[in-house]
Antibody
């Protein structure tokens, strides 16, 4: 069974940094594009960033461009999200999600999420 | 970005009922639409992709239809486990965007 396990969420000050991780198992990780999707508690879903299966291409929501960086280590079956210059509005539950493809994608598996709280 | 609008935002129904949730796109997305179910404290779960294709393991009580700008998710014979929040997502054009959600509550 496909499993995605996020970690790294924490309470941080505005302007701070975090690195989120997502450990994947039970599928050929290097074959699939992966994504981060976030959800403010009690609110809707927002796509944040994606990376292609070969890691050569990355995409970002305008709201995080220049501050977030997605990467992957296929030798460890792990996806990462480096989050810098955190803002209060970045407070959310961050989900790791497997995409069905690199382009025209939906999310067929999701992790349970890791909570990022930005507060002074 | 393509805007997705769901209606209603909340819906009350009884066990055994049939319900329909609508999702409208701000421009044509062909059939590039997915539906997700999210229960409190859980991650979203893919139900339907390409507007009407049922994801493996999802109950046949769920069905999707539509193309272009208007889509529906129908659930027949509601079970207690179906009371959750449902989201649509377009994947026609980058970035992928979601509807605001429809909360299905027990009447």
């Amino acid at each position: 069974e496909v499993q995605l396990l996020e970690s790294g969420g924490d309470l941080v000050l505005p302007g701070g940094s975090l690195r989120l991780s997502c450990a994947a198992s039970a599928f050929t990780f290097r074959t699939y594009a992966m994504a981060w999707v976030r959800q403010v508690p009690g609110k809707g879903l927002e796509w944040v960033s994606s990376i292609s299966g070969d890691g050569a291409n990355t995409w970002y929501a305008d709201s995080v461009k220049g501050r977030f960086s997605i990467s992957r280590d296929d030798s460890k079956n792990t996806l990462y999200l480096q989050i810098d210059i955190l803002r209060i509005e970045d407070t959310a539950l961050y989900y790791c999600a497997k995409q069905n493809s690199s382009s025209m994608y939906y999310f067929d598996y999701w992790g349970r999420g890791t909570l990022v709280t930005v507060s002074s | 970005d393509i805007q997705m609008t769901q209606s209603p935002s909340a819906l009350s129904a009884s066990v055994g009922d049939r319900v329909t949730i609508t999702c409208r796109a701000s421009q044509s997305i062909s059939s590039w639409l997915a539906w997700y179910q999210q229960k409190p404290g859980k991650a979203p779960n893919l139900l339907i992709y390409k507007a009407s294709s049922l994801q493996n393991g999802v109950s046949l009580r769920f069905s999707g239809s539509g193309s272009g700008t208007e889509f529906t998710l129908t659930i027949i014979s509601l079970h207690p486990d179906d009371f959750a929040t449902y989201y649509c997502q377009q994947y026609s054009t980058h970035p992928a965007t979601f509807g605001q959600g429809t909360k299905l509550e027990i009447k």
